[in-house]
Every structure is written in structure tokens, then in C-alpha cells.
């Protein structure tokens, strides 16, 4: 028996104009984001991630320039958004483990930027290892679609100065509330 090849002129008429093709082209990065992938690796007992490396000097290795001053955990609790911040003398890592699963947003608008307006989202967790760097100046938040609350890791390479905060804040809904719903597909 041979298989016939179909065409979008084979479909039902009423149907035939929603169809369109996904679009699998790589994703444009902000400029100075970087994705660090980390191994993880599979135990019997479970797994483990070697997450940040410093040499004697105090740099992290996987982010030559950054020099580790501060880790902090947030824990976010399932449906929150804790978006937009960002910071004009600091720079970011973050972290949040494999078994977890915690959804970021970040948005270049830094005005002499090659990627100003940028914006990006992504999924930090989710069965991978992974660092992501968050240079300053680029707003930066998260939400929790999971049922579960999700720890996030954030390594910095400045104290946290209470009388002096570098913690600018937008309002969370600043690219629309549209930016942190999940897609459908």
C-alpha cells in the first residue's frame, strides 16, 4: 500500500487558513546573557551538580570577571511573579536545581545596547543543570507555574547594602501580563 503525500490543500476549508508552520529558529540572546550548562550527573542514590567553582582569588571560574561576594536562596511560592528588577552595580548568577522548575523573564533595557528592548523567557530547572549570568542593567524576574514552591540560587558579586540598596524595581506587568502566562500550543 503507498502512503499519499497531502498538502495545505487537502485540509478542510474552514480549517485550512489557521494552519501555520512553528517557527524553530534559534532564539535571539541579550547581549552579555550567559547560559552556562552544568553536568549533572545520575547516582544510584540520586545526583549531583558541581554548581559554582571560585579560584583563589575569589572569581567564579565559569564567569571569569565575576568575583563571588554574596549567595542568596528565594524561595517563590507556586503562582507568584517576582518581576521586574534589576540593578545598575551588580551583576547575577542564577541557579535553581534540576528537580525544579521556575520560569524567567529578561529584558535588555539598557538604552546603548545592541539587544536594547530585548526581551527573552525561559526555564531555569526543568530536568537541566544550568547557570544563567544576568549582567547589570538587564531587568530580570520570575513565576512559578509549578505546583511546587521552586528555590532559586542568586550568586552576586556585590553585598546587599540596606542603606544603599542596588534594587531598582518596574512594575511586574511592564511588557503586559500576556509576558508571564505560559504559552499554548
Known amino acids: ?21 512553528a517557527d524553530y529558529s534559534p532564539e535571539k540572546v541579550i547581549s552579555g546573557v550567559k547560559f ?63 528537580s525544579e522548575d521556575l520560569f524567567v523573564g529578561l529584558w535588555d533595557i539598557r538604552k546603548n545596547s545592541e539587544t536594547a528592548n530585548l526581551s ?20 530580570h524576574g520570575s513565576a512559578n507555574f509549578s505546583q511546587n514552591p521552586a528555590d532559586l540560587y542568586s550568586v552576586v558579586n556585590r553585598t546587599f547594602d540596606l542603606k544603599k540598596p542596588d534594587e531598582m524595581r518596574l512594575p511586574w506587568d511592564s511588557l503586559g501580563e500576556e509576558f508571564w502566562q505560559p504559552l499554548k500550543d
Do not use: C
Request: no cysteine.
Open 1 to 21: 500500500m503507498s502512503v499519499k503525500k497531502i498538502s495545505k490543500n487537502d485540509i478542510l476549508n474552514e480549517i485550512r487558513n489557521q494552519i501555520t508552520t
Open 36 to 98: 552556562i550548562e552544568l553536568e549533572n550527573h545520575i547516582l544510584e542514590e540520586g545526583d549531583l551538580s558541581e554548581i559554582i567553582r571560585v579560584n583563589s582569588r575569589g572569581f567564579v571560574e565559569q564567569v571569569p570577571h565575576f568575583k563571588l561576594a554574596q549567595i542568596n536562596r528565594v524561595r517563590q511560592i507556586p503562582d507568584s511573579i517576582k518581576a521586574w528588577h534589576l540593578h545598575y552595580n551588580q551583576d547575577e548568577i542564577w541557579y535553581v536545581a534540576p
Open 120 to 139: 527573552m523567557r525561559l526555564t531555569l530547572g526543568g530536568g537541566k543543570s544550568m547557570l544563567l549570568y544576568i549582567p547589570r542593567g538587564i531587568a
